[in-house]
């Protein structure tokens, strides 16, 4: 009988191994983006060349930020994104401002990172202002702004004001005195145009430098390096994704890489629609039917939204619910738990997600961790606090009755503690929902990516997307623990509303 049995599973391992060869042999490439529109239009060109040439493509795009990228690139969790060399050699690398290209290749080399061919632009950083604004108080140049009035409104975006290649290295070389504050890139030019803010960082191929009508104050000291855009790909990727990506190598020069941003902006096209008749243009793609991609995008990031909300809140309720019946009756150590994960819940969501990244890379693992820590507070508050005030009358007529631990804590404990218990875990429920729309940050997908996008591109439609559907979600599972709490409790056990 043995033997057969071990027969049986030879054959069963090799009919799974038959069975998984296909899916082996298609290779799938994992292509990331920073989160701005121009970073997420090279990653979808990229993304749709790969297709075309018969891979099978996972898009991570709208990732945090430069640092996040690359920790992603050389940890294998994306295996190639679009990086420009100013970028790399000051905010990565470290390395002179002068670096060349063989310089560049020779410094990623050792952390398994390959450097292709240029793409043809020069997206370097610059100062703008509205024309007008600059004309009105005679700036022309970076150094003007020394002798520029004292309430000038300086505000740059987050990145450019930490990086050694932004706000700080640029203070210093040319000696500006001044307090800055941070934005988000996409909603810059947007205050610019209202008058809301005077100065903010720029890069020279956004669509929004002709549509808004900004001048961009000359760099008169050279300050700002060369940021040509190449693809930086993992060495263990296929030779034949090489082969694809080189096909971009010189293709784009800075009016058209202004003009391709500028119909995802202002003419309000899709990233997927603008690379794809780009492509198609250079007879490198063909072209794709767009129609019902909103719902189907919709649906894809509403199931990762709920998959990655039923995760952590399934973990969450499990261990709340133990250490609640662990601790319960020692005081001082169930405050102490109680404590400690009252904590957690003083974290910054996006801080705690970021957080992660050093320990759990990117995507879907650590974004159920994060919600996972930030779901524990209600569930375990609520259960340890009806846990400790049970009727101590009926705590004494369950001893008399001979109950034991066990017994009294499945007939009168949980039964009595069971509303708050469910209220707590609605509380995480819907608190879970809302969060985890800033996953999209890591790479992890849902109802983020939707609002990640048009917060790059100030799209309040693309915004909305992801917005009310998570608001309808939370609505829903309302709801539904309405529906549980009169199906499971007692009718004088039920919150009276």
Request: charged fraction near 15%; charge should be negative; aromatic fraction near 6%.
């Amino acid at each position: 009988m043995c033997a057969v049995a071990r027969r049986c599973c030879v054959a069963a391992l090799a009919a799974w191994s038959l069975l998984a060869m296909p899916a082996a042999s298609a290779a799938t490439v994992t292509v990331g983006s920073k989160n701005f529109n121009e970073s997420y239009l090279l990653a979808e060109m990229a993304s749709q060349l790969l297709e075309h040439a018969g891979y099978d493509v996972e898009r991570r795009f709208g990732l945090g930020g430069t640092l996040i990228c690359y920790q992603a690139l050389t940890a294998g969790e994306i295996d190639l994104y679009v990086e420009y060399t100013g970028t790399l050699s000051q905010a990565i690398l470290d390395l002179p401002v002068d670096a060349d290209l063989a310089e560049l290749r020779d410094a990623v080399a050792p952390a398994g990172l390959l450097l292709l061919p240029p793409l043809g632009f020069d997206n370097t950083y610059a100062v703008a202002m509205k024309a007008s604004r600059a004309a009105e108080l005679g700036l022309e140049r970076i150094g003007d702004l020394r002798g520029a009035p004292r309430d000038l409104r300086l505000v740059f975006s987050h990145e450019f004001v930490e990086r050694a290649d932004g706000w700080p290295g640029l203070a210093r070389a040319y000696e500006l005195d001044r307090q800055v504050t941070g934005i988000e890139h996409g909603l810059a030019y947007q205050a610019l145009d209202d008058g809301a803010i005077d100065v903010t960082d720029a890069y020279s191929t956004d669509g929004e430098v002709v549509r808004y009508g900004l001048k961009l104050l000359e760099d008169d000291r050279s300050f700002f390096p060369e940021y040509l855009a190449v693809p930086m790909v993992r060495a263990d990727v296929p030779p034949g994704v090489l082969r694809a990506l080189e096909q971009l190598a010189g293709l784009i020069d800075d009016d058209t890489m202004q003009a391709l941003n500028a119909a995802v902006v202002f003419e309000k096209r899709s990233f997927a629609e603008v690379a794809n008749g780009f492509l198609a243009e250079q007879g490198l793609a063909s072209i794709r039917d767009g129609s019902g991609m909103l719902w189907s995008a919709l649906a894809r990031h509403t199931v990762r939204h709920l998959e990655l909300t039923a995760a952590a809140l399934a973990a969450s309720v499990i261990v709340a619910l133990i250490l609640a019946l662990a601790v319960f009756r020692h005081r001082l150590l169930a405050r102490g738990v109680v404590y400690f994960c009252g904590l957690l819940q003083t974290i910054p969501s996006i801080a705690l997600l970021a957080l992660m990244i050093p320990l759990f890379g990117i995507g879907v693992l650590p974004a159920v961790i994060a919600l996972f820590l930030y779901s524990l507070l209600p569930t375990l508050r609520n259960t340890v606090s009806a846990l400790t005030t049970v009727d101590p009358t009926l705590l004494k007529v369950a001893e008399a009755m001979g109950m034991t631990n066990a017994e009294q804590i499945r007939y009168v404990y949980v039964p009595l503690s069971l509303p708050s218990m469910l209220a707590g875990i609605r509380t995480a429920a819907v608190i879970s929902i809302g969060t985890a729309t800033l996953a999209a940050f890591i790479g992890a997908g849902g109802l983020g990516d939707p609002i990640v996008t048009g917060l790059a591109l100030n799209d309040t439609g693309l915004i909305l997307q992801g917005a009310v559907p998570a608001a309808l979600l939370a609505i829903v599972t309302e709801l539904v623990f309405e529906l549980i709490e009169r199906l499971v409790l007692p009718g004088h056990l039920r919150p009276q509303t």
